[in-house]
């Protein structure tokens, strides 16, 4: 246990008891307890295995390669549509997780292996994912834009695409790209 994660489990929440009852499974698998994102986070050496995070409604254990796992159970959740390489293990409750810890300690033990075999998730590329014809057309446009744009990380792009796609109205789309264009051009991401 990493005293510099205690502050999480000892916080007042919903999931309290299911946070101790996870860290606990977790941390008999052998990983190294640290704090990432606010989050508890587990590692093999130098790399990220499992993160215990909380929402509303469930608390989560997150396999960061977790779609290199054998899932016979079909018990792993992918978020969202847009995540490529994270699954979940959902929980409503610590009984859920006393239940499958055998399950869970499975899991880990080949999320372990998957790093150890020096596995990687082959992730889709920017120029993959949906270009909005709205954005598209200030590209051809504004050479300018084009080329900041392609200067961006790949996962600055890529949420500026995702952002861009997700609105179902051209207006929105249109909006959406008019307010990102300085940001683009002064090599921000979205959030940044």
Same mark, same amino acid.
């Not at 409604?57 to 969202?80: H, M, S, W």
């Not at 909005?132 to 504004?142: A, G, I, P, W």
């Not at 861009?164 to 002064?186: C, G, N, P, W």
């Given at each position: 246990?990493?005293?510099?994660?205690?502050?999480?489990?000892?916080?007042?929440?919903?999931?309290?008891?299911? &946070?101790?009852?996870?860290?606990?499974?977790?941390?008999?698998?052998? %990983?190294?307890?640290?704090?990432?994102?606010?989050?508890?986070?587990?590692?093999?050496?130098?790399?990220?295995?499992?993160?215990?995070?909380?929402?509303?409604?469930?608390?989560?254990?997150?396999?960061?390669?977790?779609?290199?796992?054998?899932?016979?159970?079909?018990?792993?959740?992918?978020?969202?549509?847009?995540?490529?390489?994270?699954? !979940?293990?959902?929980?409503?409750?610590?009984?859920?997780?006393?239940?499958?810890?055998?399950?869970?300690?499975? &899991?880990?033990?080949?999320?372990?292996?998957?790093?150890?075999?020096? %596995?990687?998730?082959? %992730?889709?590329?920017?120029?993959?994912?949906?270009?909005?014809?709205?954005?598209?057309?200030?590209?051809?446009?504004?050479p300018a834009l084009?080329?900041?744009?392609?200067?961006?990380?790949?996962?600055?792009?890529?949420?500026?695409?995702? &952002?861009?796609? !997700?609105?179902?109205?051209?207006?929105?789309?249109?909006?959406?790209?008019?307010?990102s264009i300085a940001?683009?051009?002064?090599?921000?991401?979205?959030?940044?």
């Amino acid at each position: 246990m990493n005293p510099e994660v205690d502050f999480f489990f000892d916080k007042d929440s919903q999931w309290q008891q299911a &946070y101790g009852q996870l860290r606990k499974v977790v941390l008999d698998c052998g %990983l190294t307890e640290t704090l990432k994102w606010g989050n508890p986070c587990y590692m093999y050496g130098d790399s990220n295995i499992v993160l215990i995070h909380g929402f509303k409604e469930y608390c989560a254990l997150l396999f960061f390669k977790g779609v290199l796992l054998n899932d016979p159970d079909g018990i792993l959740i992918r978020q969202t549509k847009n995540v490529q390489a994270a699954r !979940q293990l959902r929980f409503t409750n610590a009984r859920e997780i006393s239940k499958l810890a055998k399950t869970i300690k499975a &899991y880990i033990y080949e999320a372990i292996e998957v790093e150890k075999a020096g %596995l990687k998730v082959k %992730l889709k590329k920017s120029s993959e994912f949906e270009m909005v014809k709205e954005f598209k057309t200030r590209l051809d446009k504004k050479p300018a834009l084009k080329k900041a744009f392609e200067a961006l990380t790949p996962g600055r792009q890529r949420a500026y695409l995702l &952002y861009f796609s !997700q609105a179902k109205q051209a207006k929105t789309r249109e909006e959406r790209v008019e307010k990102s264009i300085a940001q683009i051009l002064d090599g921000k991401g979205l959030n940044d």
